[in-house]
């Protein structure tokens, strides 16, 4: 891997698991989430990478009906998961700082 990541995948492993009660990694939904127009070192980079991953891990995770609670629950635990793998695979700091907030 180079010094400076330029994409971070966004991986749905939690729902599948969830929902199929197995998950294979090569069957997980997934989004790449490219960054390299983005300068981590400023607050607007790490606020708009941030926006990025989670709408991906939105997207990954499914539709959500909002009749379905049981389905609305795991459809947020697979976004916080997702979100919160992707932003460890960018291992920067500042990234880590801004998702606790």
Excluded: S, W
Excluded at 40 to 46: D, K, Q, W
Excluded at 62 to 90: E, I, S
């Amino acid at each position: 891997m180079n010094k400076q990541m330029r994409n971070v995948m966004v991986v749905a492993a939690m729902a599948v698991t969830m929902l199929v009660g197995v998950a294979q990694a090569a069957d997980a939904p997934e989004r790449v989430v490219a960054f390299q127009d983005l300068n981590l070192n400023t607050a607007a980079g790490v606020q708009a990478l941030y926006r990025r991953i989670h709408v991906a891990a939105d997207q990954v995770c499914g539709n959500v009906d909002g009749r379905d609670l049981q389905f609305a629950r795991v459809h947020k635990a697979c976004v916080q998961r997702a979100t919160a793998d992707a932003v460890a695979a960018v291992n920067k700091p500042t990234v880590v700082i801004a998702q606790a907030r």
